[in-house]
């Protein structure tokens, strides 16, 4: 099942401008984390934030949690053609069997130069 | 460094035929491993996780099997394929479940 929900699904810019996407997701989470992926490949990791985090910076990336609204949002800032690519928030669930990640389904970013 | 091998990179496979893809992984120990699915266009679908040897969490029992024969080494298996089986899969590691996780660059399955 689906634990986040990225914000929007298509987000097409100009080089330069800011790009945010926003995640939300359902139960109580540990950490949320960031992945980026470039078409037909794997996903990359960009950033963890725990719950008792409210925001975190890494480079031109910001992220924020809001545990109380149960959402978190990615700030791109000054974005580049390479920035292309989809983004996925992906939050801890905790089973029987151990924790794994569970991801949204993204949000495919287009910057054009 | 830790490094993780997937392969093949793309499979062309009939209905009705057996699948094993296998992944890797170097220069560590004791990994959480992960077999992941992403349909044309969606989200991550996990499949399966395994905290240890012969120790496997099925997410989505339906026709597909997963074993975790030596310590850093995952195979997902398929007795009989399904045209619903096309996909991009993708295998992950990490040190513990709330790690951040580390992909292979994926198959291409495509069931025809």
């Known amino acids: 099942s689906q634990q986040g929900e990225e914000d929007p699904q298509a987000l097409s810019i100009q080089e330069g401008e800011n790009a945010t996407m926003n995640c939300s997701y359902k139960?109580?989470?540990?950490?949320l984390q960031w992945y980026r992926q470039n078409s037909g490949r794997g996903l990359v990791h960009l950033i963890l934030?725990?719950?008792?985090?409210r925001e975190k910076h890494s480079g031109r990336l910001r992220v924020t949690l809001d545990t109380s609204k149960k959402s978190s949002s990615l700030l791109i800032t000054a974005s580049r053609a390479a920035d292309t690519a989809s983004y996925f928030c992906?939050?801890?669930?905790?089973?029987?069997?151990?924790?794994?990640?569970?991801f949204g389904k993204g949000t495919t970013l287009s910057v054009s130069s | 460094s830790q490094t993780i091998h997937q392969w093949p990179a793309t499979l062309v496979q009939p209905v009705g035929s057996p699948l094993s893809l296998e992944c890797t992984v170097e220069g560590t120990s004791n990994p959480n491993l992960y077999w992941y699915r992403q349909a044309a266009g969606r989200g991550l679908q996990l499949l399966f996780y395994s905290v240890g040897i012969g120790q496997i969490s099925s997410e989505v029992p339906q026709n597909l099997s997963a074993s975790r024969p030596q310590d850093r080494q995952f195979i997902l298996s398929s007795k009989k394929l399904l045209l619903s089986d096309s996909g991009f899969y993708l295998c992950?590691?990490?040190?513990?479940?709330?790690?951040?996780?580390?992909f292979g660059n994926g198959t291409r399955l495509t069931v025809t």
């Open positions: 934030i725990r719950s008792n985090e």
């Open positions: 139960t109580s989470i540990n950490n």
């Open positions: 992950a590691w990490s040190e513990t479940g709330n790690s951040p996780l580390h």
């Open positions: 992906a939050t801890d669930r905790v089973g029987q069997a151990g924790t794994a990640l569970i």
